[in-house]
Each structure stands twice: as structure tokens, then as C-alpha cells.
């Protein structure tokens, strides 16, 4: 099985930035795809950004200009630079990977369990 596991979730004020990271482990094979994605609370589960193994990245509208998603295949992590932070960004924000855990399986979607991100005005 594979685990992603988040951290750099914080309380920081409008303006602030912080830097998430992801890290994947168990049977990663190869990892395909990575992204973050946030759910802010009363709210549906939105894409913030995704990044392939080749690192083509793509960004929400909302994000764009403000974060940045960056991968370091070696340690099998994914990360998302905040920058000017706003209120609006307050919510859980949870890693996405699609794994591929051995060379004849079929690439499966796995979700860590989140970080919270809180941004007082």
C-alpha cells in the first residue's frame, strides 16, 4: 500500500506563506501524478494544483500567480509554496497521488489525511 502524509499546515496572517509538503511511501513504484487539493469548511473538496513526473504543473484560477507546486521525484515528495496568503485560503488542504506500486499494476488514486491551513485577517 502506499501513505502520503502532509505537514506544514499552520495559523499564519493574511499576507503570510507557508510551505506545505507531501511525502509518499510504501509500494511507490512510480508515481505519476501528485497534486494538492483543499476543502474549506461547508465547502466542496476544490483542485489547487497538480504537477506530473515531468513536472508540467497546473494551477486553479484562485492560486495562480500565488502558490507554486514543486516535486522531488528522489524523495518521492511533493510540496506547495503559499504565498500572500488571503482568509479565503483557510481550509484543510490533503495531497493526492496516482501510484503505480508495481511494474504490471494499474495506477491507483491515494489521499493523505490532511493539513489544516488557517489565515487570520
Known amino acids: 500500500q502506499v501513505r502520503l502524509v502532509e505537514s506544514g499546515g499552520d495559523l499564519v496572517q493574511a499576507g503570510g506563506s507557508l510551505r506545505l509538503s507531501c511525502a509518499a511511501s510504501?509500494?511507490?513504484?512510480?508515481?505519476?501524478?501528485m497534486a494538492w487539493y483543499r476543502q474549506a469548511p461547508g465547502k466542496q473538496r476544490q483542485l489547487v494544483a497538480t504537477i506530473t513526473r515531468g513536472s508540467n504543473t497546473n494551477y486553479a484560477d484562485s492560486v495562480k500567480g500565488r502558490f507554486t507546486i514543486s516535486r522531488d521525484n528522489a524523495k518521492n515528495t511533493v510540496y506547495l509554496h503559499m504565498n500572500s496568503l488571503e482568509p479565503e485560503d483557510t481550509a484543510v488542504y490533503y495531497c493526492?497521488?496516482?501510484?503505480?506500486?508495481?511494474?504490471?499494476?494499474?495506477?491507483?488514486?491515494?489521499w493523505g489525511k490532511g493539513t489544516l491551513v488557517t489565515v487570520s485577517s
Open positions: 510504501g509500494s511507490t513504484f512510480n508515481i505519476n501524478a
Open positions: 493526492w497521488a496516482l501510484v503505480t506500486t508495481t511494474p504490471i499494476a494499474i495506477p491507483t488514486e491515494y
